[in-house]
């Protein structure tokens, strides 16, 4: 039997997409395995995800099950340490999809060059068809180098290479942002620039939009009809950790994601800050013994996009908190926001909620669907959604 597999790479948005992609497969009436950032379903079962990208080993059981459930389809997000590590090199990809690269991960790659090669070797071992972000520059370049062995004759003539743009109108799939709320997205999509119409995702920012277009033009390219496509984009209401609106009694506007990178924290207090109509109060903070450089980048983001910083921890892992928050305010005294340090990351967020109005936005960054925090070679349960509900129920 053979598994079809959707491998989705780049920095942000490959958990949004891969999500986005079940609900359109399944619509379509597929069963879908999903290994990913977040959790990793192979039908009946459901494994913690401890590598968004699992060993060769666990990716062998993983195909064996598919296959002993009758599962003809696998999603997997692939992670530059995957591919850098050949985790995928007993895996045949049939599409695949690039999302974006920006900083991130240079504690293991050194260099953005050696980051991109990384994250290009999926698309060398791809079977059918790819879909590449053009506007990002990163996407660019390996668009036009996929495309230049492809004439040289490395890459196969019938694998169908492919672009998607929000800003090129010739790119195969072109989309326009119509509407952009708090409800969600209003996108038109084109399609070898033929316009699909208005179709309606509901998850606020340009960045779903983004992965939205990704996930509509590789089921596109295994061969989905419209409908299924546009109906499987509409049931998405969340991914948990991105962008996920923390509920609750007291109204207090509070959501919690992923973003951990420059860009996606950039990208998450660019749409929080459209949607806010009082205050933008920002709770981040970074991890330890990884990228150090990103640390001062991810405090000047946070002062120009915020009105208010709560500085704390993220997962320092061997590392003093102290340490890690000095060098994040380094960028943040660049910017005129106010801000104040709290390591611990309770107290930091009772910190927003204790000073919310009506009409502020909490935005808590960097840990997302985490279930846990890594501190000094320990696994101590934390969890984002959990404390910031505790928190508020507390409050009078």
């Known amino acids: 039997m053979t598994i079809e597999v959707f491998g989705i790479t780049g920095t942000n948005g490959k958990t949004t997409v891969s999500y986005m992609l079940k609900s359109i497969l399944e619509e379509a009436g597929r069963e879908c395995g999903l290994v990913g950032t977040i959790t990793h379903i192979i039908g009946k079962h459901q494994y ?9 080993e666990v990716l062998k059981k993983y195909f064996q099950e598919l296959e ?24 045949d990809v049939h599409y695949s999809g690039f999302t974006n690269l920006t900083q991130d991960h240079l504690d293991y790659h050194i260099t953005m060059e050696n980051y991109f090669n990384a994250k290009a070797k999926l698309f060398h071992k791809t079977e059918k068809g790819m879909c590449i972000n053009i506007d ?32 090129d109108p010739e ?97 998450l207090l660019r749409v929080a800050g459209e949607l806010k109509k009082g205050r933008l109060i920002c709770v981040f903070g970074c991890g330890g013994n990884r990228d150090k450089e990103k640390r001062s980048i991810m405090g000047r983001i ?15 892992r061997f590392e003093e908190p102290e340490a890690i928050t000095e060098e994040i305010e380094k960028g943040m005294t660049e910017t005129n926001c106010e801000y104040i340090v709290e390591v611990d990351r309770r107290e930091a967020i009772k910190k927003a909620v204790e000073m919310y109005a009506e009409g502020d936005l909490i935005v808590i960054a960097g840990k997302g669907h985490e279930k846990y925090q890594l501190i000094s070679g320990k696994k101590l349960p934390f969890d984002d959604e959990s404390v910031v509900k505790e928190i508020i129920n507390m409050r009078e």
């Open 48 to 56: 913690d995800a401890l590598n968004t990208t699992p060993s060769k």
């Open 68 to 91: 002993e459930q009758g599962i003809e389809t696998c999603i997997m997000e692939v992670s530059s340490h995957g591919l850098d590590q050949g985790r995928i090199d007993n895996v």
């Open 136 to 167: 990002d520059s990163y996407g660019k370049r390996l668009y036009d180098k996929i495309k230049a062995e492809q004439i040289m004759g490395s890459i196969k003539p019938e694998i169908r290479i492919q672009s998607f743009s929000f800003k």
């Open 171 to 267: 790119a195969d799939y072109f989309g326009r942002i119509v509407e952009n709320s708090i409800h969600g997205i209003l996108m038109e999509p084109f399609e070898a620039g033929e316009s699909w119409g208005k179709i309606q995702i509901d998850l606020p920012g340009k960045t779903t939009a983004y992965n939205g277009l990704l996930a509509l033009a590789m089921s596109r390219q295994a061969g989905v009809e419209r409908k299924f496509v546009i109906e499987g984009l509409k049931k998405i209401k969340g991914v948990p950790g991105r962008f996920q609106k923390v509920e609750n009694q007291q109204n207090i506007d509070a959501v919690i994601d992923f973003a951990h990178t420059p860009d996606a924290l950039e990208n």
């Open 302 to 316: 946070a002062g120009k996009h915020s009105d208010f910083c709560i500085i704390t921890s993220d997962n320092p």
